[in-house]
């Protein structure tokens, strides 16, 4: 017997996981849960200065994606609805690392752990990715103030860090099916063949039985 389906869809700054997770819970008729960005206070600072406004960046990124999981349990999957994500909460573990202090971080993981020992965690990922060229002209297009002053060293270093996490995340959850897409060669916004052959590629997996529509 399959689970209810709980998808999330992950990658770098820029790489279209909103737009397409979007897609998906239309086609699929799953509730939407879209992180929090723009309204963190402390993004635009941290853009400016990683090194001094990191912690309060992760902090208040890590407690807004915990109320919406807590949320996302209480009112959807407990009531047999089924839900996609635009992240995963282990998406603050990725910056955390690259941006916190050693005594930091050590702070930051304890309260990670607590705050993540019972959420629920996604039983499909799927994980967008593109060059560095992409991921800037996105950025670009899309205009978000915040994001205006990312460095493309940061960039490309978080896009290694994903890549990284991917592969781990794929050894320890071998029962979690990883879709893994190339955002340069896929652009599921204009063409909706692209879209059409995401899809297909994610109800053959809903339909094996890994997990239930």
Same mark, same amino acid.
């Given at each position: 017997?399959?689970?209810?389906?709980?998808?999330?869809?992950?990658?770098?700054?820029?790489?279209?996981?909103?737009?397409?997770?979007?897609?998906?819970?239309?086609?699929?008729?799953?509730?939407?849960?879209?992180?929090?960005?723009? &309204? +963190?206070?402390? %993004?635009?600072?941290?853009?400016?200065? =990683?090194?001094?406004?990191?912690?309060?960046?992760? *902090?208040? #990124?890590?407690?807004?994606?915990?109320?919406?999981?807590?949320?996302? &349990? +209480?009112?959807? %999957?407990?009531?047999?609805?089924?839900? =996609?994500?635009?992240?995963?909460?282990?998406?603050? *573990?990725? #910056?955390?690392?690259?941006?916190?202090?050693?005594?930091?971080?050590?702070?930051?993981?304890?309260?990670?752990?607590?705050?993540?020992?019972?959420?629920?965690?996604?039983?499909?990922?799927?994980?967008?990715?593109?060059?560095?060229?992409?991921?800037?002209?996105?950025?670009?297009?899309?205009?978000?103030?915040?994001?205006?002053?990312?460095?493309?060293?940061?960039?490309?270093?978080?896009?290694?860090?994903?890549?990284?996490?991917?592969?781990?995340?794929?050894?320890?959850?071998?029962?979690?099916?990883?879709?893994?897409?190339?955002?340069?060669?896929?652009?599921?916004?204009?063409?909706?063949?692209?879209?059409?052959?995401?899809?297909?590629?994610?109800?053959?997996?809903?339909?094996?039985?890994?997990?239930?529509?």
């Amino acid at each position: 017997m399959g689970q209810l389906p709980f998808i999330a869809v992950e990658g770098p700054i820029g790489v279209g996981k909103t737009s397409l997770a979007r897609k998906l819970s239309a086609h699929f008729e799953l509730h939407l849960l879209k992180e929090i960005v723009e &309204e +963190n206070p402390f %993004l635009g600072k941290f853009y400016d200065d =990683i090194e001094e406004w990191s912690f309060q960046t992760e *902090m208040f #990124f890590l407690c807004n994606r915990y109320k919406q999981l807590e949320d996302i &349990e +209480n009112k959807y %999957l407990n009531d047999n609805k089924a839900v =996609i994500a635009d992240y995963h909460i282990s998406k603050n *573990m990725i #910056f955390a690392k690259r941006t916190l202090k050693d005594k930091q971080f050590d702070k930051y993981a304890k309260i990670y752990d607590i705050l993540t020992a019972d959420m629920p965690q996604p039983n499909m990922m799927v994980y967008l990715d593109a060059s560095l060229t992409t991921l800037l002209e996105r950025i670009r297009m899309r205009g978000r103030e915040v994001e205006q002053n990312i460095q493309p060293a940061y960039l490309e270093q978080l896009s290694h860090d994903y890549s990284n996490f991917m592969n781990e995340f794929e050894r320890m959850n071998p029962g979690i099916p990883v879709i893994r897409l190339n955002g340069d060669h896929l652009d599921f916004v204009k063409h909706q063949e692209d879209l059409d052959e995401i899809i297909d590629t994610i109800d053959k997996h809903l339909r094996k039985g890994e997990v239930i529509k």
